[in-house]
């Protein structure tokens, strides 16, 4: 009979630690920490995802005014937009860089030494583009055919083929190809006065014709020693 204490006892023992272990709490991993607001902003500027850095950046303020980090990234964004603007201007994109200098300046309205090296460039960026557009204006305007007229001089004279109907017409034909091409002034020189309304006249029909919106500056002279001749004075580029 006496293994059955001993077997109680064990039994015993057994149940009190089965009681220990169950009631113990079950230890698990600790749980990886969602990342910081501020360490997702860092992130994206670090990325170059300055818009949507600009959006949380502009939440967290609404959250917490007062968190010195705040000030603190902001000028870190601004800095980086500034960086931007540099590198697209470098590459030739002004009105890329001028959008995010503008962003870089919201971002830190109190600091304008932050930018104004960049606005420097951006200044002579658009400088030098609108010279470049004039050049290639003047080449076009170069390049162009004149018919009858010389559009490098001041002005041209073209004594009219008054006795030749075909001829005549011809030449108002090309006058007034010259004359809206160019954007002529007019000057309808004839030695008697009976000559000038039915030229300026036939003249006027053509450039209507050409551009009925062209605004045709025509004017009278009388020149009694001069045979018939219309002078033409091209507009300066």
């Given at each position: 009979?006496?293994?059955?204490?001993?077997?109680?006892?064990?039994?015993?023992?057994?149940?009190?630690?089965?009681?220990?272990?169950?009631?113990?709490?079950?230890?698990?991993?600790?749980?990886?920490?969602?990342?910081?607001?501020?360490?997702?902003?860092?992130?994206?500027?670090?990325?170059?995802?300055?818009?949507?850095?600009?959006?949380?950046?502009?939440?967290?303020?609404?959250?917490?005014?007062?968190?010195?980090?705040?000030?603190?990234?902001?000028?870190?964004?601004?800095?980086?937009?500034?960086?931007?603007?540099?590198?697209?201007?470098?590459?030739?994109?002004?009105n890329?860089?001028?959008?995010?200098?503008?962003?870089?300046?919201a971002?830190?309205?109190?600091?304008?030494?932050?930018?104004?090296?960049?606005?420097?460039?951006?200044?002579?960026?658009?400088?030098?583009?609108?010279?470049?557009?004039?050049?290639?204006?003047?080449?076009?305007?170069?390049?162009?055919?004149?018919?009858?007229?010389?559009?490098?001089?001041?002005?041209?004279?073209?004594?009219?083929?008054?006795?030749?109907?075909?001829?005549?017409?011809?030449?108002?034909?090309?006058?007034?190809?010259?004359?809206?091409?160019?954007?002529?002034?007019?000057?309808?020189?004839?030695p008697?006065?009976?000559?000038?309304?039915?030229?300026?006249?036939?003249?006027?029909?053509?450039?209507?014709?050409?551009?009925?919106?062209?605004?045709?500056?025509?004017?009278?002279?009388?020149?009694?020693?001069?045979?018939?001749?219309?002078?033409?004075?091209?507009?300066?580029?």
């Amino acid at each position: 009979m006496k293994p059955f204490p001993s077997r109680y006892l064990l039994l015993a023992a057994l149940s009190v630690l089965l009681g220990a272990c169950q009631s113990k709490p079950v230890e698990t991993p600790a749980q990886v920490s969602a990342p910081d607001a501020y360490q997702q902003l860092d992130q994206n500027i670090a990325s170059s995802e300055l818009a949507t850095a600009e959006d949380q950046l502009a939440a967290l303020q609404a959250k917490d005014p007062d968190d010195p980090r705040v000030e603190q990234y902001q000028r870190k964004l601004a800095e980086a937009y500034l960086t931007r603007s540099q590198i697209v201007l470098q590459k030739g994109d002004v009105n890329a860089a001028a959008t995010a200098l503008s962003r870089a300046r919201a971002l830190m309205p109190k600091a304008p030494a932050l930018t104004s090296g960049v606005n420097g460039a951006i200044a002579n960026a658009r400088k030098a583009e609108l010279e470049k557009a004039e050049a290639e204006l003047r080449a076009a305007e170069a390049k162009r055919t004149a018919k009858i007229i010389d559009p490098t001089t001041e002005s041209t004279a073209v004594t009219l083929k008054i006795t030749d109907s075909r001829q005549l017409r011809r030449q108002l034909n090309d006058i007034a190809a010259d004359v809206v091409a160019f954007n002529c002034e007019v000057m309808v020189q004839v030695p008697r006065t009976d000559d000038y309304p039915w030229l300026a006249t036939l003249l006027s029909k053509r450039v209507a014709k050409i551009n009925p919106d062209f605004e045709l500056q025509i004017q009278r002279e009388i020149e009694k020693a001069q045979p018939a001749q219309i002078i033409l004075k091209p507009a300066k580029l």
